[in-house]
């Protein structure tokens, strides 16, 4: 999401209809963290907790798409990569890595620190529902250890992090891939979205079927289609999607049964593999999957469609562009304010199915007017702190 704080910084003509795909996509990724205190509720099996549980699926299922719009945003702006190879890596990644760092380090600690004030145990889960015993016996030893293992993985509490390692690692390949961009032709960008398509399949074949399929077993984990799986599809995707166009009636014609497809299979799927008491981690997983069918059909629609909107207002092309700018700061702070959004939410005794919607407005909003405070107070400092 790194993409969400530079791409106004770039040479190349501002393209205001990705700002509006930008701007859904933000808020979409903050909505879904805000149903987390649904999926992950702790409270007593009752009536009201699977109302709970309920909508946690309803939202969780139709925000799928968050994501892949992220990483289709920095294929439409990004692919083919122009110039040097070493000034694209020193642009990008140094401009994600110290934010990603400092945030990292302050999620980390901060249940240390709610226990040297005197805090109770209950502000770590209302921040981090899906907290574990390790984080709520709040130790120094703990939070320090979490820090150490920043080069390695993101930790129980601060999860959205796991898109940043992802984000370094597209933009490491960026530029090998992109010299096949440049050079292959929109039929060999075709066959390689199918095969990538394919691929899409191979969790529910493990899941369903087999473990291992075309070669892979266990002392092979590349199976035949490997190299045309993962996010990379959803790069080539948004730089396929930005040169190609439909009509407003072919994408409402296809788009609409498409999403309702995708959206009935994440949802029931989900909801069937959370029935089990004996769920895994993986299974629970298995249908909210980013590179799955089911999330490719909700995702294309959504970004043909938000390709047709035309901003014209200038204050909110000014706004989405000043988001554009403040995103990446955006999306490190909001992780601590999702949790909270909902307490607050359950405080003023919002409706249960419009307390999530409620949390994510509180979160993108003060979050943003965090960043902005952070970038005025800290001028051009302020990048190492909030991109």
């Known amino acids: 999401m ?124 209302a921040c981090f529902p899906y907290a574990d015993a390790d984080v709520m016996s709040r130790s120094l030893g703990v939070s320090l250890k979490s820090i150490a293992e920043i080069p390695l993985n993101f930790s129980a509490i601060d999860g959205h992090m796991w898109y940043i390692y992802l984000l370094i690692g597209m933009y490491l390949y960026m530029p090998i891939f992109s010299a096949w961009v440049e050079k292959a032709s929109e039929k060999a960008k075709g066959w390689f979205l199918l095969a990538w398509g394919v691929t899409l399949f191979v969790p529910y074949y493990r899941m369903f079927a087999d473990q291992y399929i075309w070669g892979s077993c266990s002392w092979n984990e590349f199976y035949m289609l490997y190299n045309f799986a993962g996010f990379n599809g959803y790069l080539l995707l948004g730089h396929y999607l930005r040169h190609h166009d439909w009509s407003l009636s072919k994408v409402l014609a296809y788009g609409i049964p498409m999403f309702a497809v995708g959206y009935a299979v994440t949802f029931f799927g989900f909801r069937y593999m959370t029935a089990s008491p004996d769920c895994t981690a993986e299974e ?45 700061g955006v999306y490190m702070i909001h992780f601590f304010l999702t949790g909270p959004g909902i307490v607050l939410a359950r405080y003023c005794h919002i409706p249960v199915p419009l307390q999530i919607l409620f949390s994510a407005v509180i979160a993108f909003f003060v979050s943003w007017l965090l960043v902005i405070g952070l970038r005025k107070l800290f001028g051009k400092s302020a990048r190492y702190i909030v991109g």
């Open 2 to 125: 790194e993409n969400i704080s530079l791409n106004s910084r770039q040479s190349k003509p501002h393209i205001v209809w990705l700002d509006v795909v930008r701007f859904v996509a933000m808020f979409t990724v903050v909505c879904c963290h805000s149903a987390d205190p649904f999926n992950f509720y702790s409270g007593n099996v009752t009536a009201d907790s699977e109302n709970i549980k309920f909508w946690g699926a309803i939202y969780g299922a139709f925000l799928r798409p968050c994501v892949p719009l992220f990483v289709m945003i920095t294929g439409a702006l990004l692919l083919p990569v122009r110039g040097e190879t070493s000034v694209f890596y020193r642009k990008r990644i140094s401009r994600v890595l110290w934010p990603f760092l400092i945030w990292s380090v302050l999620y980390n600690i901060f249940p240390y620190v709610t226990k040297l004030l005197g805090c109770s145990p209950d502000v770590v889960l």
């Open 284 to 328: 629970y997983e298995l249908f909210l999957y980013y590179c799955s069918p089911n999330v490719v059909m909700m995702t294309i629609p959504v970004f043909l469609l938000l390709k047709k909107v035309k901003v014209t207002n200038l204050r909110l092309q000014n706004a989405l562009a000043n988001l554009t700018i403040c995103g990446f």
